[in-house]
């Protein structure tokens, strides 16, 4: 679960890092962010850009816009890759925990 730094409901430009393990340039026409909010909601991100560190090796970077972070709880994120041939790959889920408002991290 990504939690590195403490990111509260509401925040606006939190960025978001998924270090892929794939290849995200070639062959490849589209990659989205599948979304599960807290609640079960699903929404679709477009990712800001795909920076490519090696062949296998891609960083997909999100900044969180206005609505995103609407809920509290745990977000689960899905790559989704569409590849010039038509294929879609789903990649490793990711879990980001959203804290809420007046959440008190460690508070039990």
Do not use: F, H
Request: charged content about 20%; proline content about 5%; glycine content about 10%.
């Amino acid at each position: 679960m990504v939690d590195i730094i403490r990111i509260w409901k509401g925040t606006v430009g939190a960025a978001l890092e998924i270090i892929s393990g794939e290849d995200l340039v070639t062959g490849v026409s589209a990659v989205a962010l599948y979304v599960q909010k807290p609640s079960g909601a699903i929404d679709t991100w477009t990712p800001d850009s795909i920076t490519s560190t090696t062949l296998t090796n891609c960083i997909i970077n999100y900044a969180t816009n206005t609505d995103d972070l609407d809920e509290g709880g745990v977000y689960v994120i899905q790559p989704n890759v569409t590849r010039t041939d038509g294929s879609i790959w789903y990649l490793e889920p990711v879990m980001w925990k959203i804290w809420d408002d007046y959440e008190v991290p460690g508070a039990g």
